[in-house]
């Protein structure tokens, strides 16, 4: 499966992989703190059975946790991991508000003419909202699917300081 991924894919692959040891190991740790509380004051015995704990539970936990962190790269089809890749995407303009905002910044402090004046800071932009869709394949068995989400964009913003 390795020799058929792309470079951004292996990338992933190893994130995913590593992030699971880290994440799995913590889990493991805090799973077998846990479970040494119910054990006698003896601090040999909680330190051997925090240390036996913690390896027993750490393979299963960084399974769990490699299964939930490589889900959106998994093939619905084959199931296979990390050969889902975006072959296509399409950015549609849906619509633009324009916006603004007048915050109160405070006082002017030190010396000078404008000492004690609030300063207003006006606030404007455009916030445009696009529709995404994507077009995903997978590289073992061809299956594609798409995916659509709404995102939103500010642009054209200015700021201006008045004191008053």
């Not at 991991?81 to 402090?109: H, L, T, W």
């Not at 916030?127 to 995404?132: A, D, L, M, P, S």
Request: charged share 20%; hydrophobic share 35%; glycine share 6%.
């Amino acid at each position: 499966m390795d020799r058929n991924l792309s470079g951004s894919q292996i990338k992933i692959q190893n994130s995913v992989n590593i992030k699971s040891w880290i994440f799995g190991a913590i889990s493991a740790f805090v799973i077998s703190f846990i479970a040494i509380s119910f054990l006698p004051n003896d601090s040999f015995l909680r330190i051997s059975s925090l240390i036996a704990f913690t390896g027993v539970a750490l393979v299963p936990a960084r399974k769990i946790i490699y299964h939930f962190l490589s889900a959106d790269s998994r093939c619905k089809s084959c199931n296979t991991e990390f050969a889902v890749q975006r072959v296509d995407s399409k950015k549609e303009f849906i619509s633009a508000i324009p916006r603004k905002n007048i915050k109160n910044m405070g006082n002017v402090g030190g010396h000078g003419p404008d000492v004690g004046k609030q300063i207003i800071l006006h606030e404007s932009w455009t916030e445009e909202r696009y529709n995404i869709t994507d077009t995903f394949a997978c590289v073992e068995c061809g299956d594609t699917h798409t995916s659509s989400r709404v995102t939103t964009q500010r642009s054209g913003y200015t700021s201006t300081k008045v004191r008053k």
